[in-house]
């Protein structure tokens, strides 16, 4: 866990940004409830898991600390987090973006999303194209309970070349809309960056990392 916080801050330093500013998201997919307990003992005050169904069975065995959905999300598996979550990070969709909206109303509740991004066109990655991301944004003006804070994007594999040039392109898009007057919409984070490669992510202005392995070694449990 130190050693990941320092190679943030020595990553933050070299952006000439301040380490408080980035968000270390720690990523729990399949590991078990005593790993994630000891790391919020260590200081980890967000968990990020990929599937809903995992937040809903370890929810209540979890120290208090704040929860991200970093995975893709079906609509039917919205009433797994709509509760529980602190922001939905995959969001590539005005239909998701609706059914969120529908589920967010019926719980009284409010939720921070971010609009997943597949700046690299890898046909493997989720995400809407980067052309997309206005009709996105001018819909949210529609909404009540759901609102955008951002971007979020997944580097691409390496055989569609450095991820550094992936995630320039990203802050760029994220600059280009950042001031733009859109309704219901506060762009202050963009989430890019894991364990391979967050420290690039940060030099390319990342505010939040997710980070799973480097934290807590291989994967070995099964949910």
């Given at each position: 866990m130190n050693s990941v916080r320092e190679r943030i801050k020595k990553a933050a330093i070299e952006s000439g940004r301040n380490e408080n500013d980035i968000t270390l998201i720690a990523v729990t997919k399949t590991y078990p409830v005593e790993s994630m307990n000891e790391a919020i003992r260590l200081g980890v005050t967000d968990i990020g898991e990929n599937r809903p169904q995992e937040i809903r069975n370890k929810y209540e065995f979890v120290d208090p600390v704040k929860w991200h959905l970093i995975g893709q999300l079906q609509s039917n598996k919205i009433k797994y987090v709509i509760e529980r979550c602190a922001m939905i990070h995959s969001v590539d969709s005005v239909k998701l973006m609706d059914e969120i909206e529908k589920q967010a109303k019926a719980h009284d509740v409010d939720m921070d999303i971010l609009i997943q991004v597949n700046i690299s066109g890898e046909e493997s990655k989720s995400g809407i194209a980067p052309e997309e991301l206005y009709g996105m944004l001018e819909h949210a003006a529609v909404l009540?309970?759901?609102?955008?804070?951002?971007?979020?994007?997944?580097?691409?594999?390496?055989?569609?070349?450095?991820?550094?040039?992936?995630?320039?392109?990203?802050?760029?898009?994220?600059?280009?809309?950042?001031?733009?007057?859109?309704?219901?919409?506060?762009?202050?984070?963009?989430?890019?960056?894991?364990?391979?490669?967050?420290?690039?992510?940060?030099?390319?202005?990342?505010?939040?990392?997710?980070?799973?392995?480097?934290?807590?070694?291989?994967?070995?449990?099964?949910?």
């Open positions: 009540d309970r759901v609102h955008v804070k951002g971007l979020m994007t997944i580097a691409p594999k390496a055989e569609f070349g450095d991820p550094e040039v992936h995630f320039k392109n990203m802050r760029s898009l994220f600059e280009s809309v950042k001031n733009k007057n859109y309704k219901n919409v506060e762009m202050k984070e963009l989430s890019m960056g894991m364990s391979g490669d967050f420290e690039s992510a940060i030099r390319c202005g990342s505010t939040m990392v997710r980070i799973g392995s480097a934290i807590f070694g291989a994967r070995t449990y099964n949910v």
